[in-house]
């Protein structure tokens, strides 16, 4: 099993550039989970999805965010212009989570991102 | 709506001092609940969870919680820390109602272990 696999590890671009982080989730997990990490505001769930459909994106910050997850084994989260708050570590994670059943989740090495 | 709420920001010990970060959630139903370890660079590690049964749960590297369903508390202990627990703790919750296992994260408690 290789875990969840997240890349690129780093990313530094430009303000206004696309920024595009990729994840694969673990085999046969069917629930995926994007948060992101910052000193400020800790641990944010920014959306997830069951079954490749998007359940709650209440946590995408602005439209500037966009998440797609077209088949079970890879999901996109992209940022589109990117800003300097933005910087932060966006980590990745799977669970075989069904229904309210609370399996533990499974976290990628996470993508630190500097936008400058 | 759910929350987590972890008490202590940033906690120092020295070594072989004991441990107890508090972790308060707000959910009246059914919960499940986590605590996770993020090591310096590296990803969360679920490091104990709670499902149903003994209230007392016993995790890797001698950490233990307890929940108190009275408090709605999941309070993370350990009896004698080490270096190696020098880390960033996080509670989470799963309410039963939520689709696909949604957790929610406290804010995390930075420990700093003295040697």
């Known amino acids: 099993d290789a875990g969840v696999i997240q890349s690129p590890r780093h990313e530094v671009t430009e303000m206004g550039q696309e920024v595009t982080l990729r994840c694969k989730p673990i085999s046969g997990h069917n629930s995926l989970f994007w948060y992101r990490q910052t000193m400020m505001r800790g641990l944010e769930l920014l959306i997830y999805f069951n079954n490749n459909v998007p359940i709650d994106d209440s946590g995408m910050p602005e439209d500037r965010f966009s998440a797609k997850m077209p088949n079970a084994s890879f999901s996109t989260l992209k940022i589109q212009p990117s800003e300097p708050r933005d910087s932060a570590v966006y980590f990745c994670a799977s669970s075989s989570g069904g229904q309210g059943n609370g399996s533990p989740l499974h976290f990628g090495n996470g993508t630190r991102l500097t936008v400058t | 709506a759910q929350s987590v709420s972890q008490h202590n920001h940033h906690v120092i010990l020295s070594e072989a001092a004991s441990l107890e970060l508090g972790c308060n959630y707000s959910?009246?139903?059914?919960?499940?609940l986590f605590w996770y370890v993020q090591y310096p660079g590296q990803h969360l590690q679920l490091l104990l969870k709670y499902f149903s049964g003994d209230p007392l749960v016993k995790g890797i590297k001698g950490f233990e919680a307890e929940f108190i369903k009275s408090k709605f508390s999941f309070n993370l202990r350990k009896p004698s820390v080490q270096w190696s627990d020098t880390a960033e703790y996080f509670c989470?919750?799963?309410?039963?109602?939520?689709?696909?296992?949604?957790?929610?994260f406290g804010q995390g408690t930075e420990l700093s272990v003295k040697p």
């Open positions: 959910y009246g139903g059914t919960v499940n």
């Open positions: 989470a919750v799963n309410a039963h109602l939520n689709q696909g296992g949604k957790l929610i």
